[in-house]
């Protein structure tokens, strides 16, 4: 079976691109780790509630695939000497601007006093490295571009976790192996996890508390809540079934009878499917068991004329025209469903209308082999559900005119009729995760509305030159404050065309005129403090360095750059994700089509 959500998509070619991009991007699988500040605690305890959380987890490597929110000095140095390496990719034009300003006497003068200062004093030790390498601070304005991979500023950094900025709540990012469709598999991953928040609730009790909010956690409550309401419903129907059938017939057996013909209709249309199709959508076959309880009513036909006529061959003459009459019509209005562009459609067409033949046909070669009814003498109502099929609905006037005012009544009341159209009502969700969700509204915009937008391509490079499309536009819809913010690495991972373009506004801005007067400035400043006239040599190779455009690798080898959130790959087919967040005030309706 095949439990693929976008096989009920119609197909087309714009749509099956559609379900391919759906398949391949992760839009919110991941679990979010809050870890909430209790009355007696402190930002350390939050601190080391997450560190023995961490150590807890290593034992899940088969369900995890990484935890983020904890950033190691490797990275952030890493991230430093990459946007150092490669400056002129950014860069944008508000840069240069910028950087023309500084580039006189006066300006130059007191940004070495500036760095000359900062060296002497106790934060020297740390910027050191910076001031030699930059003296004049080009690379920050590479560096502040590495926010725009951010949806907000809710958070601060300390110890190298993610806290936000009011102390109260620190958070992990957990990106599982496994997707949170997968509820059969994600279950006992669920349950692991909720035994660690236990020990640890019970560890730091009054200092910190952790909860989990994701789609994981919520699929798996649905799945149970779904397996529960099932069972539960299916139990009571069929109960209520089974004494109606056994006290109409006086028989026990019955109901036994009644199931047989749908059970083969059942089993038949899967071999039919097994067949001709590769592979049966889940999906249809579940709806399609709903659609399948008109199939009793073929035993119910044949069991109820038997019960009132004991007359095999008048029985046949009798029923065997109508049923199957009534079994081919409706098995040809669910063939109708193989012209529709959906293929769970068509698989719900194909195995309800097979099943809905056999079922008939089983009804007329089974049930009068296994049900003898009684001899009768004399046809009269015996029981309740007699006295109700022998009651003349046709000639009850009463009843006439409250179906006539009920009519009536409906033509002006049916559009008031309205339709729930938010899909995500349709969840179940445990208070405790309900909680969980308000926690992170509180403190932060992450569960704010928000819309994700996919380039694609068949080539790397091709879905960045869209994503790059797609991030000015969402530039000027911010300028605009259309949306909140948004979450891009369309501005930071370049196609080659674009990084080639970037290179060559560099270059054109860096006229040999523009670096000697920096140099000989830097160095006549420099040494009437004490600097040598090599202090910035490796500043001066930069702006007479060749730069050439990088590979994706590169950009992937930055940890920091956290490309596998944006950036997807499936057989040659690429998507790059960019999240939005919207005013919550306002709908913006995006019809527009990148290209």
Request: proline share 2%.
């Amino acid at each position: 079976f095949e439990e693929d959500i976008t096989r009920i998509i119609p197909k087309s070619e714009k749509s099956d691109v559609t379900a391919k991009v759906l398949q391949q991007i992760n839009f919110s699988d991941k679990i979010t780790v809050i870890i909430e500040k209790d009355k007696n605690g402190s930002e350390d305890d939050l601190i080391e509630t997450a560190t023995a959380f961490l150590e807890k987890t290593t034992s899940l490597n088969q369900y995890i695939e990484e935890i983020q929110g904890k950033v190691d000095d490797d990275n952030i140095q890493q991230t430093i000497e990459f946007v150092y390496d490669n400056l002129p990719l950014f860069l944008d034009e508000a840069d240069y601007a910028l950087i023309d300003k500084k580039l006189n006497n006066d300006s130059i003068a007191v940004q070495v006093e500036k760095n000359y200062k900062t060296l002497i004093s106790p934060t020297g030790i740390v910027a050191k490295d910076f001031i030699l390498n930059d003296p004049i601070g080009i690379s920050f304005m590479g560096l502040k571009k590495l926010q725009e991979l951010n949806s907000g500023d809710d958070f601060q950094l300390k110890d190298g976790f993610l806290i936000t900025k009011d102390s109260s709540k620190l958070l992990l990012f957990i990106t599982p192996k496994l997707a949170g469709t997968e509820t059969e598999k994600s279950q006992l991953f669920v349950e692991k996890l909720q035994e660690i928040q236990r020990q640890l609730n019970d560890e730091f009790k009054g200092k910190s508390e952790l909860t989990y909010f994701g789609s994981s956690f919520i699929a798996v409550a649905n799945a149970k809540q779904i397996k529960t309401d099932i069972l539960t419903t299916v139990l009571i129907s069929l109960s209520l079934l089974v004494v109606i059938l056994i006290f109409f017939y006086r028989n026990i057996l019955v109901p036994i009878i009644i199931f047989i013909p749908t059970l083969f209709g059942v089993v038949i249309a899967m071999a039919v499917l097994y067949f001709i199709k590769d592979s049966i959508s889940a999906i249809s076959l579940s709806v399609g068991a709903v659609l399948l309880g008109i199939t009793i009513d073929y035993s119910l036909h044949i069991l109820t004329h038997y019960k009132h006529n004991n007359n095999v061959e008048t029985l046949y003459k009798d029923i065997v025209k109508p049923l199957l009459m009534s079994s081919g019509t409706t098995a040809i209005a669910f063939l109708c469903l193989l012209f529709v562009h959906s293929e769970a459609l068509k698989d719900l067409g194909i195995f309800a209308a097979v099943c809905v033949m056999v079922s008939a046909i089983s009804s007329l070669l089974i049930v009068p082999h296994l049900y003898k009814p009684k001899e009768i003498t004399e046809e009269k109502p015996d029981s309740v559900l007699d006295k109700i099929a022998f009651f003349s609905f046709h000639k009850n006037k009463f009843l006439i005119i409250s179906c006539l005012i009920i009519v009536v009544v409906s033509l002006f009341t049916f559009k008031n009729v309205t339709f729930n159209n938010n899909l995500s009502e349709l969840n179940y969700v445990p208070d405790e995760i309900k909680l969980a969700e308000s926690k992170l509204e509180n403190a932060t915009n992450l569960t704010s509305k928000s819309i994700y937008l996919t380039s694609y391509g068949n080539s790397i490079d091709e879905a960045l030159a869209h994503s790059n499309t797609i991030y000015k536009d969402l530039l000027k819809r911010k300028e605009n404050k259309e949306i909140l913010t948004f979450s891009s690495i369309g501005g930071l991972v370049l196609s080659e065309n674009d990084q080639k373009y970037k290179i060559e506004k560099w270059k054109t801005f860096w006229t040999s005129e523009k670096k000697n007067f920096l140099q000989k400035s830097l160095i006549a400043n420099g040494e009437s403090l004490g600097f040598k006239k090599e202090t910035h040599q490796q500043f001066f190779n930069l702006l007479n360095g060749e730069f050439l455009p990088i590979q994706f690798s590169d950009y992937e080898a930055v940890n920091a750059l956290f490309l596998k959130e944006f950036v997807s790959k499936k057989e040659g087919f690429y998507t790059i994700s960019s999240l939005v967040k919207l005013n919550l005030n306002g709908d913006i309706i995006w019809d527009r089509e990148y290209s």
